[in-house]
């Protein structure tokens, strides 16, 4: 009788062992399969926003080319194309005076040609600013602070540290193009009296800083409805370069604006 | 008293201390865990008690039966564990406990061993816990399953009532063998019910968040 109470304690014993190691097994795969699928989640999510960073890069890319190509095509060839035109009128205007000819109307057209190709060539200059291309981001972005100042009357100071480096320039013609739209969004709804661009660089990369005084916004808010599709534009833009834009507003609080690019 | 029945007796002390640490955060399945930890602390207490009077506790063990299949499938229910987009188990376990009480009335008898009803609660339990693993397994949870509330109450339950299965079916038969084979099974229990209560205090501790899938 002694026995066979052991031994019934024993079944018990066993058949509660292996029923525990099998609960702990199942819940042992449970739980690695589930970091499995996590683990490839982010994967796939990870691999989706590399896609669309390209895609993003892609098109801005594309964008920029097509308008560096009409920025050329009019300097070169509708501006030049123009001022041969204003040429041969100034030689036909001068041999009629010479024959004795009237020849009203040619001062008149002259004018007009005059302002077309200033049209061109501001259309030109802000597709691709000639600065830009020649003597680089900091240069460039320093003559459109003076000139925003100049057009609104209002301080605008642009700071840029010495030695900045140069960078392909389709990514400094992007960099330019975010800076631009910053300004332009500045100008259009802060009501700012003051404005400040700063450029510099660290261990970090480029970094580029924009602040206003203005009346500011609920940038929560404001990213989440349809008005914020420039501000989600503009992240997009200097995501597809690698870098990351960090965006600071608050009403009354005024516009911070900050680019990391490292380089 | 045995240290191993000691400590399962004050077991279910381990949750409800937990659940009192995190009160603000719990989510309603918690808290239903949190008051039916209070129910079997007092339920066994209350056992014990009779125990030593020399009064059967038999009424207490299939009150806590009942209490436990019914509101283990309303905790379910609520944490919103589902079948093929049926909530099953709350039905069923509702049918199981009137069919305890109808046990206890007039079937097993209330002041006999609810064997046969034991043996259908571990069965309709295991089931709950195996179902929740499935859609677990089924579905692609965004979460840590291990940071899961009713992850962690699964596992108890499979840790305890399959773990107590054997026991369930053979009660019976267990309590017609010597007091010290019954003593010996019944630390087997106690242990389980140590290891269990330790599931549910972890389930305490985990944090409510949304499930992606």
Redesign the interface.
């Known amino acids: 009788?002694q026995g066979s109470?052991a031994e019934?304690?024993n079944?018990?014993?066993v058949?509660?062992a292996i029923?525990?190691l099998?609960?702990v097994l199942?819940?042992f795969f449970?739980?690695i399969?589930?970091?499995r699928?996590?683990a490839q989640?982010v994967r796939m999510q990870e691999i989706e926003a590399d896609a669309q960073r390209q895609k993003m890069a892609a098109i801005v890319d594309t964008q920029e080319s097509e308008r560096m190509r009409i920025a050329r095509d009019l300097h070169d060839e509708v501006g030049a194309m123009l001022s041969t035109v204003k040429m041969s009128i100034k030689r036909a205007e001068r041999k009629l005076a010479k024959e004795g000819i009237a020849h009203e109307g040619f001062d008149e057209t002259c004018g007009l040609l005059d302002a077309a190709i200033g049209s061109v060539r501001a259309i030109s200059h802000d597709l691709l600013p000639p600065s830009l291309e020649t003597l680089g981001l900091a240069a460039a972005l320093t003559q459109l602070a003076d000139k925003t100042a100049q057009l609104s009357g209002l301080p605008f100071q642009c700071r840029a540290a010495a030695g900045l480096p140069r960078l392909p320039i389709r990514t400094e013609l992007t960099l330019y193009r975010v800076v631009q739209e910053l300004i332009a969004n500045s100008l259009k709804h802060s009501q700012a009296t003051e404005r400040l661009l700063e450029l510099g660089h660290d261990a970090q990369g480029l970094k580029i800083d924009f602040r206003d005084n203005g009346v500011g916004f609920d940038l929560v808010a404001i990213k989440g409805s349809s008005n914020g599709l420039g501000l989600r534009g503009m992240e997009s833009r200097v995501d597809a370069l690698g870098g990351s834009l960090n965006l600071q507003s608050a009403p009354g609080a005024g516009f911070a604006a900050q680019i990391l690019l490292p380089v | 008293m045995h240290p191993l029945i000691f400590t399962a007796l004050l077991a279910p002390l381990a949750p409800l201390v937990v659940a009192l640490c995190h009160l603000r955060r719990l989510t309603i399945g918690q808290r239903i865990l949190m008051v039916l930890s209070l129910f079997f602390l007092l339920n066994q207490g209350v056992g014990v008690c009779l125990t030593q009077l020399g009064i059967s506790n038999y009424p207490l063990f299939h009150l806590h039966v009942i209490v436990e299949t019914s509101v283990f499938g309303f905790l379910f229910w609520v944490e919103g564990v589902t079948f093929k987009g049926v909530k099953l188990q709350f039905g069923v376990s509702a049918v199981i406990a009137l069919a305890g009480i109808a046990n206890a009335c007039c079937g097993e008898g209330m002041w006999n061993p609810p064997s046969t009803f034991l043996a259908a609660e571990s069965t309709l339990m295991i089931l709950v816990a195996c179902l929740y693993f499935l859609k677990t397994y089924r579905e692609m949870i965004v979460v840590r399953v291990e940071q899961e509330f009713l992850f962690w109450v699964s596992l108890g339950f499979l840790i305890f009532f399959a773990g107590t299965l054997l026991l369930s079916f053979t009660v019976d038969y267990i309590l017609l063998l010597e007091d010290q084979v019954f003593f010996d099974v019944f630390l087997i229990r106690a242990f389980l019910i140590i290891l269990t209560n330790i599931c549910y205090a972890i389930g305490m501790s985990c944090k409510a968040h949304p499930q992606k899938s």
């Open positions: 009788m109470s019934i304690v079944i018990f014993l058949s509660t029923i525990l099998l609960v199942v819940a449970i739980v399969y589930q970091r699928v996590m989640k």
